[in-house]
């Protein structure tokens, strides 16, 4: 490991303990190291207030001057709530900036970096860029498409079904990864269900993590069967919005706004069906909602699996066996009529996680 590697795996370090509170801006950290002596940290905290570097700048004090300031992403350019960092780093008399990677957004991309050599600072780019990159996948997503990176969480047993065939699911994984998915809600800005969910749980769709963030809970519901003392609707923990169709019920439309609870409209005048996921995820993207935790039922799952709209699978497998062919599994729908035509799934990770296993990656889709 070189020592520019060494003090960016330090700057991501410092931008990954803020997971989940800099939301729509990215995770950032910095490290000012001067005469083989960190002088100053910093990582971006919440949306509005001071950038990384500056952070670092502050601590570092008069230890700037001739410096060198690693950042895992590049200082910003322009002028927003808060200053360019760019210029910042200039004004500090900083003599070296390592960048792990680019502003991922195609129209800033680069100008940071000008704004450094033009100063006559030396820049080096691409320390770290894969982990840089790996860690702002929610931003760097959302930045591009403007809609939320979707990530698609289930529970299952080894032979892959989700409840018994009496529809018993609680409990499928050990407590322990139940702890586990209440920081993966922490971590996203919103929380989607489908409405059987509600009716057959309650559940409360919130973070049970001291200090946790509670996400926008999304529920789809094609002719508004949520129940009006469900807990979504009356304990006001967190936003609550539903997505319905035109064949929504009219007088459960009123109420539940009346309640609070934000109720969209779907699809055309005149057709039945189903929500359609891209409309809500487009939606979504239009309220500034830059990741999205799917936590359906199979059906819900494959609706957006079979529009393309997953980005990462996230599945704890505990080590059981239910067996019974009318048991549910994670992932139904209408399905691949030919193997030939199945998603892959890349850059797999498996960890223990209690009892259980956590298989996390990347759906590959084929060119369509």
């Known amino acids: 490991m070189t020592n520019h590697e060494f003090y960016m795996r330090l700057a991501l370090q410092n931008a990954m303990a803020m997971k989940g509170q800099t939301d729509p801006n990215p995770l950032v ?23 990384a570097e500056i952070h670092a700048i502050r601590m570092a004090g008069e230890h700037t ?27 500090a008399g900083i003599r070296r900036v390592v960048i792990a990677a680019l502003d991922p957004n195609p129209l800033v991309s680069g100008r940071g970096v000008a ?10 780019v691409g320390v770290c860029e894969n982990e840089s990159r790996k ?6 997503t959302f930045i591009v498409r403007k809609t939320p990176f979707v990530t698609l969480k289930s529970a299952v047993t080894m032979d892959g079904k989700t409840a018994t065939y009496a529809s018993d699911s609680k ?18 800005a919103a929380i989607l269900v489908g409405v059987t969910t509600i009716i057959k749980d309650d559940s409360k769709l919130t973070t ?21 003392d469900a807990k979504v609707v009356t304990d006001g923990e967190a936003p609550t919005w539903v997505f319905t169709t035109p064949s929504y019920d009219r007088a459960k439309k009123t109420a539940l706004e009346e309640a609070g609870v934000h109720v969209f409209l779907t699809g055309q005048a005149g057709q039945a069906g189903r929500v359609d996921p891209s409309e809500v995820v487009r939606t979504l993207g239009e309220k500034s909602i830059s990741s999205l935790l799917i936590e359906g039922g199979s059906e819900i799952n494959a609706s957006f699996f ?11 497998m505990a080590p059981k066996l239910i067996g019974g062919r009318g048991a549910p599994t994670f ?10 035509d199945a998603v892959d799934v890349s850059e797999m990770s498996v960890e223990a996680v209690g009892n259980d296993f956590k298989f996390t990656g990347y759906p590959a889709y084929k060119e369509q």
């Open 208 to 228: 049970r993590l001291p200090n946790g963030r509670n996400p926008v809970r999304v529920i789809l519901d094609s002719t508004l069967r949520l129940p009006l």
């Open 171 to 188: 409990w499928i994984t050990s407590e322990a990864a139940r702890e586990d998915v209440h920081l993966l809600r922490n971590q996203n």
């Open 306 to 316: 079979e529009a393309r709209l997953v980005d990462k699978l996230v599945i704890y």
């Open 65 to 91: 001057r001739g410096a060198t300031i690693y950042v895992t992403l590049e200082p910003c350019s322009h002028h927003g709530r808060t200053g360019p960092c760019a210029v910042a780093i200039v004004e």
């Open 115 to 124: 704004i450094l050599r033009d100063a006559g600072i030396e820049v080096i």
């Open 135 to 140: 860690m702002n996948e929610v931003f760097n």
């Open 331 to 340: 992932l139904e729908g209408t399905g691949m009529e030919k193997m030939m």
């Open 29 to 51: 950290g910095s490290v000012i190291v001067n005469d083989n002596r960190i002088v100053g940290v910093g990582a971006h905290m919440k949306a509005g207030e001071p950038h």
